[in-house]
Nanobody, 124 residues
Framework: QVQLVESGGGLVQAGDSLRLSCGASGRTFSRDAMGWFRQAPGKEREFVAAITWGGFTTYYADSVKGRFTISRDNAKNTNYLQMNSLKPEDTAVYYC?????????????????WGQGTQVTVSP
């Protein structure tokens, strides 16, 4: 069974940092693009960041560019989202996703596997 499991969420204050992790099992994702999405209460799920299988190319939403960094460790079948200078508007459930193949995309319907999400809450 293919599983993506996010961890590292929590409650922090504005300006703090968090690092989310996404561990994969049931399949090797070393040849897949990986992405992060988030969904705030009452809002649609939105793209946050994505990374190619080799880790050489990344793609960010404008709202997080310069504050968030996506990375991956294929040996551990894990990818990460380092979030710095967090703002209250970053509050959301964060989801990890995997897309078969190498292409980067911000479209959630193009991702094949999803985690259950981890809550990130940023207080003012």
């Amino acid at each position: 069974q293919v599983q993506l499991v996010e961890s590292g969420g929590g409650l922090v204050q504005a300006g703090d940092s968090l690092r989310l992790s996404c561990g994969a099992s049931g399949r090797t994702f070393s040849r897949d693009a990986m992405g992060w999405f988030r969904q705030a209460p009452g809002k649609e799920r939105e793209f946050v960041a994505a990374i190619t299988w080799g880790g050489f190319t990344t793609y960010y939403a404008d709202s997080v560019k310069g504050r968030f960094t996506i990375s991956r460790d294929n040996a551990k079948n894990t990818n990460y989202l380092q979030m710095n200078s967090l703002k209250p508007e970053d509050t959301a459930v964060y989801y990890c996703a995997a897309r078969r193949g190498q292409g980067l995309t911000r479209n959630d319907y193009e991702y094949d596997y999803w985690g259950q999400g981890t809550q990130v809450t940023v207080s003012p």
